[in-house]
């Protein structure tokens, strides 16, 4: 079984996005707002919207997609902490109807009501919602001010309740940034690969998973800048007294495969130990097109990783579903549920 | 001839720092500040301090390196503009001093009296005065303000006088932020990274090349995340409709070999062409231990280069030399005069 981590919704119905408009249409005009969160979209518009993925987990030999709604449209930086809410709740809703639909393809991740400045236990009621119906995880943004880098740390106590429902709901974080509004970074080529440099930095600084020692992040987009510069990270770290590295932050933190050519992939999986690596493309994503020297989809991530060399059948089983099933205790539960128990090693 | 691009003078007399603390003192209280910009070290304090970095040199088996002001203490974002101005001229005097005592050892980098939210224009007259004193290049800090990237992108015409200048003058700018105020970010494991990556992905959004076809940016730190994501920029820049990065940015941005372990190293001068890739370490910064793994430092960026199997003899001499003397033809100029010509290729 072949789970890709990391997947977006970004081929909502237009309805969907007109709803979004309508929304920020009203902060300035209140008679342009929604007057109702129905959106009328029909199950078959759903199953309609998602074929783009259907059709490329077929192509491309995977099985399952870890599912949460657009990334760049979480958008917390954008209005107010209600409409925020809103548009949370209903960018839920859509991914959990998905899943509901699609059992079979699509597991569902949850996007989070953060607000700039505005302490994150606003999360937490919408964190047990999410994972009532279903969810696995929950997509946790270090920036909702969108690219100034105003609220604090990761490793602050600010974010410790969230930390603690985390634990106590069993699901792991991805560390995802949103848009960007700060035009100094691009969305997918800056401001996505920074945030998870920095937060990784980060928790170098702090002693996060002493405190919460079950707490799993994932650091998408292949770690950011942190595998291709493994040897300044340890090095810091060291300089800080810490311990190696993979003693103490691999227990809890883990990279995807999002990394868009093959001598990417080879370094990665190079430094970083296998049992910390989870497959992943970020579809429908950052690069949609293909690579003109290869003729393949940039994000057909797949395919670097089945060029790789020496790489053992424990250490693929473990990259494309043992660690998905570790890192996401509840989706092994569910697919346990449906018998199907995975590979023991 | 082994040249070494990217050094900063971190191991200053202690008069250094404590006339810049008393000039911030002296914000607050008139009463602190400095009275004479003149600090009283001598040049035995000069050659003494600059002791470390000549053993490492000959350590390592490198011949001259290119060397600027402490990065993180150029502090754009701290006092006003008077104060930035000032610590500037004397920073950038004690490198020409520096060089002056150690001519066959040092070339000098200049820092810039940047200031958030001021245009740059107040930086020409600082640029021209260093290159008649013999500086071969500038560090451009694309984000003044420590963290929070509240000026333009570097695509910007904000940015263009100092660009004419650098052309007039010949000189290239390696883009290094300073350091940083905003607690999300770790100066030299997030910020100098995020910087390195986000200017990059500004110049694929723009074509600043365009109009400055002379220009020259080295982007150190091994280029951020940038050739370990190589493929999500070129795919980003493609569906842009620009060209392939190789023809489009190429020719006029460079990066450093600072990358701290030899995977890094080996995706670096396998993914980015040897006409682009300048040997570098970074002395004495970022990371000064030793790889418990290896016993050598961390920083010994030569021994990477040098386990590279297949690295033909052109190339090597390439990262080591040549692309020094075309990136920085004013150090080239500098070394002819001294009968040290280069070979030709």
């Given at each position: 079984?072949?789970?890709d981590?990391?997947?977006?919704y970004t ?6 996005q ?20 129905d959106?009328g979209i029909?199950?078959?518009?759903i199953?309609?919207s ?5 059709k490329?987990?077929?192509d ?11 990334a760049?449209?979480?958008g ?16 839920n ?9 699609q059992?079979d ?5 949850g996007q989070?009501?953060?607000?700039p ?5 606003n999360?937490?009621?919408e964190m047990?919602r ?6 696995v995880?929950?997509?946790l ?10 609220d ?5 106590k ?13 699901v792991p974080?991805m ?18 690969i920074?945030?998870?440099?920095t ?7 702090g002693?996060l ?7 799993k992040?994932?650091i998408?987009?292949?770690?950011g800048?942190v ?14 007294k810490?311990?190696e590295l993979?003693?103490y932050l691999?227990?809890?933190?883990f ?14 999986t ?6 910390n ?16 020297d ?5 994000d ?9 060399k ?6 693929r ?16 539960a ?7 128990a995975?590979?023991?090693?």
């Amino acid at each position: 079984m072949i789970i890709d981590i990391h997947g977006h919704y970004t081929t909502e119905p237009p309805a969907m996005q007109q709803f979004r408009d309508k929304q920020l249409a009203g902060l300035a005009d209140r008679a342009r707002r929604p007057l109702s969160s129905d959106l009328g979209i029909s199950d078959e518009e759903i199953i309609a919207s998602v074929q783009p993925q259907l059709k490329l987990q077929r192509d491309r030999g995977t099985d399952l997609t870890i599912f949460s709604p657009r990334a760049s449209g979480m958008g917390h930086h954008v209005g107010t902490e209600a409409v925020g809410k809103e548009w949370t709740r209903l960018s839920n809703d859509m991914i959990h109807r998905i899943c509901t639909l699609q059992p079979d393809n699509f597991v569902a991740v949850g996007q989070l009501p953060q607000v700039p400045g505005i302490p994150p236990q606003n999360c937490l009621a919408e964190m047990e919602r999410c994972v009532e119906m279903g969810f696995v995880g929950f997509n946790l943004n270090p920036d909702p001010s969108g690219g100034y880098w105003t609220d604090p740390p990761m490793i602050d106590k600010y974010w410790y309740p969230v930390y603690e429902k985390l634990c106590e709901l069993n699901v792991p974080a991805m560390i995802h940034v949103t848009g960007s509004c700060n035009p100094n970074f691009h969305a997918t080529g800056a401001h996505y690969i920074n945030g998870d440099t920095t937060v990784f930095m980060q928790l170098i600084q702090g002693n996060l998973f002493k405190d919460f020692p079950d707490l799993k992040f994932v650091i998408p987009h292949g770690g950011g800048a942190v595998p291709y510069h493994w040897g300044r990270y340890r090095g810091i770290a060291l300089e800080m007294k810490r311990p190696e590295l993979a003693q103490y932050l691999l227990k809890n933190v883990f990279f995807d495969t999002c990394v868009y050519h093959l001598p990417g992939i080879e370094l990665l999986t190079s430094v970083i130990p296998a049992d910390n690596v989870l497959f992943a493309s970020e579809l429908l994503g950052a690069v949609k097109c293909k690579d003109p020297d290869t003729g393949h989809h940039f994000d057909d991530t797949k395919r670097y990783i089945d060029q790789l060399k020496n790489m053992s059948e424990e250490t693929r089983h473990k990259i494309f579903e043992g660690n998905a099933r570790k890192v996401y205790p509840r989706l092994d539960a569910q697919l346990r549920k449906k018998g199907l128990a995975g590979r023991a090693f």
